[in-house]
């Protein structure tokens, strides 16, 4: 089933520029030029928005095409469509990645597995089921991230729609 979603490349160096787009677009199947903007939450680095549309799961390829990079912080995101959860991928290079599953209204859906999991970890460890939680739910990435997130309010956003 088609769904959609964003690529957000938070803060980059000007020289990957050019490799981001085209891992984009080795998953995308088609040319991806983005429109980069100076980042002002670290000056120096840039940032841009991509929305996309395409098959289901396309955010785990997109992610992973971005995976791995010094200095690039970004999201990914995938809306829920006809029979699939939506995805949120988050990436640091202090933090690497987290995913999280998205229900139809955006909220993370943590599954009963890890929630049992994240339990029997904060007792082991002494580590407070709070913090616990908070790392299940992505706290220290949306903590590293939300000032790239704003300073990013008001950037041009560019769709593209794959080609099959």
Not at 6 to 30: D, F, K
Not at 47 to 66: C, I, K, N, P, T
Not at 92 to 110: K, N, Q
Not at 114 to 134: K, N, V
């Amino acid at each position: 089933m088609p769904t959609r979603g964003v690529v957000y490349i938070h803060s980059t160096a000007s020289a990957l520029c050019p490799h981001i787009e085209w891992a984009l677009a080795g998953v995308l199947g088609m040319r991806v030029t983005l429109d980069w903007t100076p980042q002002p939450a670290e000056p120096g680095l840039w940032r841009a928005e991509l929305s996309w549309q395409g098959d289901a799961g396309m955010s785990a390829q997109l992610a992973s095409a971005l995976r791995g990079w010094a200095q690039v912080r970004y999201e990914v995101t995938e809306e829920p469509s006809q029979g699939n959860e939506g995805a949120r991928y988050s990436y640091t290079p202090s933090l690497g990645l987290f995913h999280a599953i998205t229900g139809v209204h955006g909220d993370l859906m943590v599954p009963e597995d890890r929630l049992r999991a994240a339990m029997l970890t904060a007792a082991a460890t002494g580590t407070s089921f709070d913090e616990t939680l908070g790392k299940l739910l992505g706290q220290p990435w949306d903590d590293e991230l939300e000032t790239f997130r704003w300073a990013g309010e008001g950037a041009p956003v560019r769709w593209l729609h794959q080609v099959v």
